[in-house]
Nanobody, 123 residues
């Protein structure tokens, strides 16, 4: 069992930055692939970024160059730095953990989820 708790969301102006954090419980954190998803009102949950055990990273095309995912296995945490925020980035952002051996981009690829943190970008 793993519990995930996100933090770092908020209201920010377009062009600003945020750093989202996700703290994971459990001693097996390093064996999980980690991902960030987001869900805007009326839209499906979408993959934003993922990171493997060896810190290989994968991104949604529209966020490449603006979003950076990272992990700290010693702190059992995963982070996402978001720069140059746009109004269309407004969503609830979720941290998720996967026991797969590859970084999946579907919600069903992930076994554990956090409660989400709201990111609102004002234009």
């Amino acid at each position: 069992q793993m519990q995930l708790v996100e933090s770092g969301g908020g209201l920010v102006q377009a062009g600003g930055s945020l750093r989202l954090s996700c703290a994971a419980s459990g001693r097996t954190f390093r064996s999980y692939l980690m991902g960030w998803f987001r869900q805007a009102p009326g839209k499906e949950r979408e993959f934003v970024a993922g990171i493997s055990w060896s810190s290989s990273t994968y991104y949604l095309d529209s966020v490449k160059g603006r979003f950076t995912i990272s992990r700290d296995n010693a702190k059992t945490s995963v982070y996402m730095q978001i720069n140059s925020l746009k109004a269309e980035d407004t969503a609830v952002y979720y941290c998720a953990a996967s026991r797969l051996t590859w970084v999946g981009s579907r919600p069903n690829d992930y076994d554990y989820w956090g409660q989400g943190t709201q990111v609102t970008v004002s234009s």
